[in-house]
């Protein structure tokens, strides 16, 4: 059941039983979020496949633990497409008409509790990982954060302090050689338009996202920022061509090739036992 936050002209809905996932940002009464044109497909079980987990989502902001981008296997573990917290049914732990907090623990316990609280001027994310296990566990987070409307219009532009661009295939190979920010990469106009980066290097750990009147300050945690920006390209189910957003998603993951191959190239995190990490991201809104 979709619990909904308040504060002044900020309002979200949540939906605790699909992995705690903000189905709905609104400001001022205008839509943040991308919301999806299609009919989604029931949720699938977990390890989704790319496809299943395309065609289940609904749009919003979710977060992807502890796989990240390709579907894998670690030991014997297989983890789905953005990992198995994305899709999960999170146990909600208290509300009030300002906060949540909700958890999870996943199949290698690996405990992740979630809270979400609502201001006046935006709203904060903070995840906390704790490892439970009696082996040490390994993970990569992400912020599948996807934005639509007047930031996802063709007048839309990103700020950034500096950084990297290394443009990539959705299955995590290089795409190109990297380029400084921006690099064309700034700006959304010239549709059809569809391509995928992840932004390393950064200058500072925050984003701006400017359209149709409205800006968007993101500050996060995590390393990298992942790009994904669909103008009406993309014209395979379920995007139809008429698919336009922007993913700006803070990431501990340069790449979107998944966990094992994050541990083979020593790029995923390693949580000892009783150990935890803690993620955050804000977005203020003006």
């Not at 999870?104 to 296990?133: F, K, Q």
């Not at 750990?205 to 992942?226: D, Q």
Request: charged share 15%; net charge negative.
């Amino acid at each position: 059941m979709a619990v909904v936050l308040h504060h002044g002209p900020v309002r979200a809905v949540v939906a605790p039983e699909r992995g705690c996932e903000v189905q709905s940002l609104t400001w001022h009464g205008t839509e943040l979020l991308f919301q999806a044109h299609w009919n989604p497909a029931p949720l699938p079980s977990p390890p989704a496949s790319a496809a299943s987990w395309e065609a289940a989502w609904h749009g919003g902001w979710q977060i992807a633990l502890a796989n990240v981008g390709e579907p894998c296997i670690v030991g014997e573990r297989a983890h789905g497409f953005h990992g198995d917290a994305s899709i999960a049914p999170f146990e909600l732990l208290g509300s009030s008409a300002t906060t949540l907090g909700a958890a999870w623990r996943d199949p290698d316990g690996l405990l992740i509790e979630r809270h979400l609280d609502v201001a006046p001027s935006g709203i904060r994310a903070r995840t906390e990982i704790l490892n439970t296990a009696a082996t040490p566990q390994p993970l990569l987070a992400m912020e599948h954060l996807i934005l639509g409307g007047p930031l996802a219009d063709e007048d839309a532009v990103i700020e950034l302090a500096g950084g990297t661009v290394q443009p990539q295939t959705w299955a995590g190979e290089f795409d190109g050689p990297p380029v400084p920010w921006p690099t064309g990469h700034d700006a959304l106009s010239g549709r059809p338009l569809s391509r995928f980066a992840v932004v390393q290097d950064l200058g500072e750990r925050s984003a701006v996202v400017r359209g149709g009147g409205v800006r968007v300050t993101l500050s996060f945690t995590h390393p990298h920022l992942w790009l994904w920006q669909e103008g009406c390209a993309s014209t395979a189910p379920p995007w139809d061509g008429r698919t336009a957003c922007l993913g700006i998603e803070p990431s501990t993951a340069p790449r979107a090739d998944g966990l094992r191959a994050a541990i083979d190239r020593g790029e995923a995190l390693w949580l000892e036992p009783a150990a935890s990490f803690v993620t955050h991201l804000e977005l203020e809104i003006t």
